[in-house]
């Protein structure tokens, strides 16, 4: 299993064929999309391990430390120009929502954070100021969900802003939710309300242009308290999860809603191997968020479908456990789990049957 | 601790200030340094935490899962461009080496590897052959190590390739060796040898100048089989972490050689309150270093001491510990730790004493 960079022909190979170093043969990342690329990386580590319960394919991964509970560990990168636009993001608020979307990821697994490390890479545009600024989101979010900042690094960047962030939490092994646990019958639940992020989005995207054509303007963003507070500064829904364990629940299957409802419920299809119908009707919509779609001609249920960083929790539970989770506050019912073959059903408000479809929110890949 | 965007009176600020959001005051990182930014966020971040062991400044941080063992955990960014050259660095090496290094920060806490995530920010450039590459040199490594991959994510990159690995290993408390435990007396050792991977690094960018200039011209790089080696394939030192455990020694202080020998001295200094003598006699060099560092112009021992990426063992132990270690396969005594106010100390093989300078190994920061 030597790697020798002698005998390979590395070398004569790379310096031919400049720095893409594929060989001639060339398959686009946007082929395969984000997903398609981790089950192909997936595919190859699949070797058991001892400390390993669950690897590559949940929110987080799922290790054996020795004691009671398990690890859990999950990490996320953040890039200035595909994740977030300084031009409307302040790094206070954007440190905070770092922090704040993987604490979601340990919730989505029905664990606990415990500690954060945090990688930044930064160009020579940033200031020790501006290093502060973050942090201090950073510090507020860790106040907030009673987590440890243990260690990171700080590099110099390429190109504009790069935030890494690594969480490790704990679950007890008897009330850890995976993606893959929803049987038919099974009722799908979210937290919260939904699309009010990606609404905010569209209200900071359309004052960014303005303030581009007119730099004279300061954009009035009061009306819209709900939805810019949603984009800029969402919370993990610790909540929810302590709310499940005092009802003495545990959800068969959950995930957090970061790429849009839609996408996340196919990931449960896809892990659980069972199909969903989900009812408009039944969609939670703050009011400024169905007000706010109508404003800009988009379709409510479609906002709410497909806008991304809800950061809510998705979950099923069994049809025994719903009258411990039906009171529970800001927990709404949105459909239920079905046999395989069934089909990923979209229930209209007029009862017309429309299959689900999973747009999910890409981010581009940029030029070099 | 609420943060509210709309209270705070961001958005005129930041719309107005444009992109840099440092508000005015500017210091520039560099100013500061890497090491005096990481104290900086250091000192923000000192709440005790019931699970924290020991947080930032160590080679990992330190937690307390509840098992008998202590979890390490540590975090790593590699951008192309600033830490490495796919001029020279084939992916499959360059996945290899980023696997090592991280394992080497576990070995620095006289730890056991456990589990690695990747995270990969892609520019369009990089094709799925591309990735593919680099990961069969990831999963060599993880084979080599006995470690599993179980996470991570690959995202757009706003410019390059930038690799982030997080690492998980684990150590008993009664081996755990940190940064801060050498006393005066106590004897400074090294694994395997120094300064071979700068004299690479040296190789693979005077031929990456000529081939700028003569592309039909091939490199041969045949006759630096080590220090080429050395530079795209370092190995973490796991045999030594093993050799102590076997010789019923743990080290009174450990680091890994990453930015050079004397930095990581300065870094024992530092966190110990101690000083050290360091021998020019004593430093442990392969004869092609020696020798091509002569060809190159270069003193030797100024290559030993300054060149990075050694990924080398630097520890000390305490002197009834020494018979323990003297036989130990690629240990090398270098020096001893003095009280402090000694003086940081290198001593010539004339027998002249200079102060030990920390020049480190410096990366750029790029420009916007």
Redesign the interface.
Known sequence: ?E????S?G??????LRG?????G????????G?FG??D??AS??Q?P?A??V???GDD??V?Q?????Y?L?????L?????FD????????LG?KAVASNVSDICAMNGKA??I?V?L?????????????L?S?I??A???YG??????????????L?I?I?I?G?VAPDRIAYRSGAKPGDILCVSGDLGAAYLGLQILEREKRI?LQHPEM??D??KF?YL??RQ??PEARVKTVEALEKAGVVPSSMIDISDGLSSEVFHLHRHSGVDFSVFEEKLPLDQSTYDQALAFNLDPGTCALNGGEDYELLFTVRQEDWEKVVDLEGITAIGYATEAGMGMQYISKAGNVHPLMALGWQ??????
């Not at 300084?86 to 608020?93: F, K, V």
């Not at 890479?121 to 502060?132: H, I, K, M, P, Y």
Request: overall charge negative; glycine content about 12%; some cysteine.
């Open positions: 299993m790697i020798s960079y002698l390979d590395a070398v004569p190979a790379v310096y720095m893409d170093q594929d060989g043969n060339r398959t686009e990342i946007g082929e395969l984000e690329l981790i192909r990386i190859q580590f070797q391990h400390a390993v669950r690897g590559i987080a991964a290790l430390t020795g004691g009671d509970h690890l560990w999950s990490t996320d990168t890039a200035e120009g595909i994740h300084l031009a409307y993001m302040p790094l206070r608020h905070f415990t500690a490390t990688g890479g930064l160009s020579n545009r940033f200031s020790v100021e501006a290093v502060d600024e942090y989101g510090r507020l860790c106040d907030r987590i440890a900042l243990v260690g990171g690094d700080t590099t110099a960047s390429p190109k504009g790069v890494h690594g490790v704990q303030f300061q954009p963003l009061s308290p810019i507070e800029l500064k981010h581009g890949r940029s030029q070099d």
